[in-house]
């Protein structure tokens, strides 16, 4: 360590003083001046710095307490996309059921619409049936009753004109007879 | 209704005094029912409608209509009316008609019952069975 001899000291003060003289340096105004502004460093620190800090802390607290809640918020937006989710997924699984329900069901209906419409057609067909044996034994019996009436008529024409006096007397024996049994 | 019946009985009573010997009294049937008419007793419209009913009943038991295609011979007739006495009774009177459409064969009804050997009836049984 170099430390200056008492001849440098005397130098360096003269040279301070030199200095000053030059720049117009007031000791005593310069002293009440720093004084002044030691006065009003610590006004400005207890009225107004102290304050802003205050404010600021206080800035920084409401941010905080900002970015909680919008850390809260955000986790329950998760929870209710979660929730929105799991109903959507509820409800697509209930509609899925209730679409196949409904398919059976249409199925099921379908069936039985089907067997509804064959045993009506087969009822009809049944009917018509009927109907056709109907009309083929009316006409059968038509045709009948005209065969008959033809060959009864004709069988009375012809044998009224073949029998004899003795067919006729043998006939009336046969009911003779019928009275003796 | 009580008029009715009474009425049906006293018929009854009325037709079993006509009968003599087993047979219907002319005679007597004309007087029964001349003296029913004439009296004006309640009911004798009736009493006669029920005598007339019986009186027709009995001549229809006791008549036989013999019925034939062709006129019979003589002993046919007599074969018949003794036949038919035979079996119902001496009090019988026998009719004969001719009946052309018969075709052949004789038909005969007593009362109700009726012996049909007609071709007629034969050929009406064939038709039936068309």
Same mark, same amino acid.
């Given at each position: 360590m170099h430390?200056?001899?008492?001849?440098?000291?005397?130098?360096?003060?003269?040279?301070?003083?030199?200095?000053?003289?030059?720049?117009?340096?007031?000791?005593?105004?310069?002293?009440?001046?720093?004084?002044?502004?030691?006065?009003?460093?610590?006004?400005?620190?207890?009225?107004?710095?102290?304050?802003?800090?205050?404010?600021?802390?206080?800035?920084?607290?409401?941010?905080a307490g900002g970015l909680a809640n919008a850390e809260k918020i955000k986790a329950e937006l998760a929870r209710i996309e979660a929730e929105r989710l799991a109903v959507l997924a509820k409800a697509d699984a209930e509609g899925q059921r209730r679409i196949e329900e409904a398919r059976a069901a249409a199925a099921r209906l379908g069936t039985e619409q089907m067997q509804k419409a064959v045993a009506a057609a087969e009822r009809v067909l049944a009917l018509a049936h009927e109907a056709g044996e109907r009309d083929r034994a009316s006409l059968l019996a038509d045709g009948r009753n005209e065969i008959g009436r033809l060959v009864v008529q004709t069988t009375a024409a012809v044998v009224g004109k073949i029998l004899t006096a003795e067919d006729q007397q043998r006939l009336a024996e046969e009911t003779a007879s019928q009275l003796a049994g | 209704?009580?008029?009715?019946?009474?009425?049906?009985?006293?018929?009854?009573?009325?037709?079993?005094?006509?009968?003599?010997?087993?047979?219907?009294?002319?005679?007597?049937?004309?007087?029964?029912? %001349?003296?029913?008419?004439?009296?004006? %007793?309640?009911?004798?419209?009736?009493?006669?409608?029920?005598?007339?009913?019986?009186?027709?009943?009995?001549?229809?038991?006791?008549?036989?209509?013999?019925?034939?295609?062709?006129?019979?011979?003589?002993?046919?007739?007599?074969?018949?009316?003794?036949?038919?006495?035979?079996?119902?009774?001496?009090?019988?009177?026998?009719?004969?008609?001719?009946?052309?459409?018969?075709?052949g064969g004789v038909r005969i009804r007593v009362g109700s019952d009726v012996y049909d050997g007609t071709i007629r009836s034969r050929l009406n049984s064939l038709a039936g069975r068309f």
């Open positions: 430390l200056p001899s008492p001849q440098t000291a005397v130098e360096g003060g003269g040279q301070i003083a030199s200095i000053a003289r030059t720049f117009g340096v007031d000791w005593p105004h310069l002293v009440a001046q720093a004084i002044s502004f030691g006065i009003v460093c610590v006004v400005l620190y207890v009225f107004a710095y102290r304050p802003i800090l205050r404010l600021l802390e206080a800035r920084r607290q409401q941010i | 209704m009580r008029t009715k019946t009474r009425a049906r009985r006293a018929a009854r009573q009325l037709y079993r005094l006509c009968v003599v010997n087993g047979a219907l009294d002319e005679g007597r049937v004309r007087q029964v029912a %001349r003296r029913v008419a004439a009296s004006r %007793r309640r009911g004798s419209l009736r009493i006669l409608e029920g005598f007339q009913r019986l009186v027709r009943l009995d001549i229809d038991r006791h008549t036989a209509r013999v019925e034939s295609a062709t006129p019979l011979a003589r002993l046919l007739r007599d074969t018949f009316t003794h036949r038919l006495e035979r079996r119902y009774g001496p009090h019988l009177t026998a009719s004969f008609r001719d009946d052309p459409a018969l075709i």
